[in-house]
C-alpha cells in the first residue's frame, strides 16, 4: 500500500471541511503506551513545525502514556483520544470492538497494517551477567529474579509472554514452521511444555508492574531483579541513561516481532474537526523525517533506507511473528489473557 503523501499537500487539507482554517490553534491528543514518551516528544516537536511551515496552522499536541491495555480501556471509557499509537493491534481492535469509536477498516488505512515502526523483546542484565542469562531457560535459574509488567494491563507484558511462548514451540516442535504439520499429540505436547515454562517463569517474577516503563524503572531505578524482559527499544535506551558498564544487553536465540499500531479515533476527529491534522500526523511516522526519528530512539523503522543506515543498532535475530505462531491477536487474546484464560491458571497456581 501507497502512503497518501497529505504531508505534501496539507495546505490543501487545511482548506477541507471540518478542518481548521490557516492561522487558528489545533490541538489533538495521542494516548499511547508507555516506552513511547522520548520518542514522541521528539516527533511531536517535528511534526508541529511541519505542519506549521505547510499551513500556517499551530498544532499543540497533548500526550498520555501508560500500560497499552489501561490505554485502550481508558479510550474505550470516553477519553477523547485523536489518535491511539498502542503497543498491539489487539488494545486498537478492543477500542473498535467495545468502544465503537474506530471504523472496521483501521488496519488497511495505513501501511503495514498500521504498523509504522517495530521492536522485539530482549533482556536486560546487571553488569557482568552475575547470573549467566543468555537465553530462555536461564530465566528459570534457581534464584533468578525475573522483572516484566502485567499481560493483563500492559502489552509489552503480553509481547514478553508469547515471546517465552513461541520460544518453547520453536523448540519443542524443531522450528515453528512445524507448527502447521505437527500433529494434534504434537501440538498438545508442546503447548503444555509451553504452559510448563510461562508458569514457572512467572514464578519468578517478585512483582508486576502496570506498564513497561514500570517495569523498566523497578529494574533500573530501585535495582530489584537480575533480568528485564522488555521491548529492545527500552533496554537500548535505558543502557543509554545508564552509567557505562552497569547494564548489558543479551539477545535471545529467537524472540517475537513486536508491531506497535497506530490509528485515528473517528468519532473523535470527526466531532472536533480534527481528521487532516490526526490522519497526517500519522502519515508522517512513514515519511523519511519521520523513520528517522523512530530509528533513532531505537525503534526498528520500516523503511529500508532508513533501516540501512542503522543496521548496526540493531542486531540480526530469529523472529516469528503473531500471526504465524498463534493465529493473530484475536487467538492470542482469547486464548491467553482474557479472564479465565492461559495466564490467569498459569499464575494463579
Excluded at 79 to 104: C, E, F, K, P
Excluded at 137 to 159: F, H, I, M
Amino acid at each position: 500500500m501507497t502512503v497518501r503523501c497529505v504531508f505534501l499537500s496539507l495546505a490543501a487539507l487545511a482548506l477541507a471541511p471540518g478542518c481548521t482554517p490557516p492561522g487558528d490553534k489545533i490541538e489533538i491528543l495521542n494516548v499511547s503506551y508507555d516506552p513511547t514518551r522520548e520518542m514522541y516528544r521528539d516527533f511531536n516537536q517535528k511534526f508541529t513545525e511541519h505542519w506549521r511551515e505547510q499551513t500556517g496552522t499551530k498544532v499543540v499536541v497533548q500526550m498520555s502514556h501508560g500500560g497499552s491495555g489501561s490505554q485502550a480501556r481508558s479510550v474505550i471509557d470516553g477519553l477523547d483520544a485523536d489518535v491511539v499509537t498502542l503497543a498491539l493491534a489487539w488494545d486498537v481492535d478492543a477500542i473498535r470492538q467495545h468502544g465503537r469509536r474506530l471504523n472496521a477498516d483501521w488496519q488497511s488505512r495505513l501501511p503495514h497494517n498500521s504498523a509504522p515502526y517495530t521492536s522485539t523483546i530482549v533482556f536486560v542484565v546487571r553488569a557482568g551477567n552475575p547470573k549467566n542469562i543468555r537465553d530462555w531457560p536461564d530465566l528459570l535459574k534457581d534464584g533468578v529474579k525475573v522483572v516484566t509488567p502485567n499481560p493483563k494491563t500492559s502489552g509489552g507484558a503480553r509481547w514478553n509472554y508469547l515471546a517465552a511462548w513461541g520460544y518453547v514451540l520453536d523448540r519443542e516442535l524443531g522450528g515453528l514452521d512445524r507448527l502447521a504439520s505437527a500433529s494434534e499429540t504434537e501440538m498438545a505436547a508442546a503447548e503444555k511444555r509451553a504452559a510448563a515454562f510461562v508458569g514457572e517463569l512467572y514464578r519468578h517474577v517478585p512483582v508486576l508492574d502496570q506498564g513497561a516503563r514500570g517495569s523498566t524503572n523497578t529494574f533500573v531505578q530501585r535495582g530489584l531483579g537480575d533480568v528485564l524482559l522488555t521491548w529492545e527499544n527500552e533496554a537500548l535506551l535505558s543502557l543509554e541513561e545508564t552509567p557505562e558498564g552497569e547494564l548489558e544487553i543479551v539477545v535471545p536465540s529467537i524472540s517475537i516481532l513486536a508491531e506497535p499500531t497506530v490509528a485515528v479515533v473517528d468519532t473523535v476527529v470527526d466531532r472536533k474537526g480534527t481528521r487532516a491534522v490526526a490522519q497526517a500526523y500519522l502519515e508522517y511516522l512513514y515519511s523519511p523525517a519521520g523513520q528517522d526519528l523512530v530509528a533513532g530512539h531505537y525503534y526498528r523503522p520500516r523503511d529500508a533506507q532508513v533501516m540501512a543506515r542503522y543496521h548496526d543498532q540493531f542486531p540480526e535475530l530469529r523472529l516469528f511473528s503473531i500471526d504465524n505462531a498463534f493465529g493473530g491477536w484475536k487467538n492470542a487474546q482469547e486464548k491467553h489473557f482474557n479472564d479465565g484464560g492461559i495466564f490467569d491458571r498459569i499464575y494463579l497456581q
